[in-house]
């Protein structure tokens, strides 16, 4: 098992921070770039900007429309979808290229500061889960209200 996996494991059971959507020039996926207070002193705020800012522009290249997307969308619908069986989509590429990013910051960044970084499309794009992996959760109460409460949402 690696690290990541490990630090995958442990994560259930320490301090979150959450980094949520940012609707400001509407819904299209964007995350507020504000470093949290719970993260200050454990990572640089020029540099978590930098990885949300890098986020964003990711996840904004893959909802843009250019030439290849309508030609994306067209031969779809000429083949029944059945080329998309065959065919990566710009969408896809962006996405895998943004989850590759976050393994590379957090190889980078975050893992040498104890704080893990979780992909936005496992949380359905709606936050960024940060785990701080050296503080451990406070259990108060029951298992689902204290996740509740041990979680801080910004």
């Known amino acids: 098992m690696d690290d990541l996996q490990q630090m ?5 059971s320490c301090a979150k921070v959450f980094i949520q959507r940012d609707y400001s020039e509407g819904v299209g996926v964007k995350f507020e770039t504000k470093l949290p207070n719970e993260l200050q002193g454990k990572i640089d705020s020029t540099e978590f900007e930098n990885v949300i800012n890098n ?5 904004a290249e ?3 429309l250019s030439p290849r997307t309508y030609l994306e ?7 029944a979808y059945l080329i998309l069986i065959c065919l990566q ?7 895998k290229r943004a989850s590759e990013y976050i393994v590379t ?3 980078r960044l975050f ?13 359905g794009l709606r936050c960024i889960e940060i785990c701080m ?3 451990p959760a406070v259990n108060t109460g029951s298992s689902a209200s204290s996740n509740n409460r041990n979680s801080k949402v910004i």
């Open 8 to 12: 995958r494991l442990t994560s259930s």
């Open 55 to 59: 986020i964003n522009s990711i996840y």
């Open 62 to 64: 893959a909802e843009s």
């Open 73 to 79: 969308n067209c031969f779809a619908c000429l083949t």
């Open 89 to 95: 989509t710009n969408y896809e590429k962006n996405v």
């Open 105 to 107: 910051e957090n190889d």
């Open 111 to 123: 893992i040498p500061r104890g704080l893990l970084m979780v992909d936005p499309m496992e949380r």
């Open 133 to 135: 992996i050296n503080e």
